[in-house]
């Protein structure tokens, strides 16, 4: 059954840092790519990074230069590093397979300021 599962979430301080992962298992690999979303409560689900299969790595504008996304392929797990964050970063991330057919449950990023 395919399968993700994201953790790292939590609440930090502005200018904090936070690694989200999401674990891939039943047929989901990274290897293929796979993205990270954001959602907050009445919005919708907006795109924040995605990592290719040619290990290539785009960003929304929002994170561009304060977010990485990486992968471990021997782990079959993404990561999401975020760093200098800001209070309008909180959200619920989720992290989805290379076709946005599967997603996690989410993970909850509070920002305080």
């Known amino acids: 059954q395919a399968q993700l599962v994201e953790s790292g979430g939590g609440s930090v301080q502005a200018g904090g840092s936070l690694r989200l992962s999401c674990a891939a298992s039943?047929?989901?690999?990274?290897?293929?790519?796979m993205g990270w979303y954001r959602q907050t409560p009445g919005k919708t689900r907006d795109w924040v990074a995605r990592?290719?299969?040619?290990?290539?790595?785009i960003y929304a504008d929002s994170v561009k230069g304060r977010f990485t996304i990486s992968r471990d392929v021997a782990k079959n797990t993404v990561y999401l590093q975020m760093n200098s964050l800001k209070p309008e970063d909180t959200a619920v991330y989720y992290c989805?397979?290379?076709?946005?057919?599967?997603w996690g449950q989410g993970t909850q990023v509070t920002v305080s300021s």
């Open positions: 989805t397979d290379s076709t946005n057919n599967y």
């Open positions: 039943g047929g989901i690999f990274s290897l293929h790519g």
């Open positions: 990592i290719f299969s040619s290990g290539s790595t």
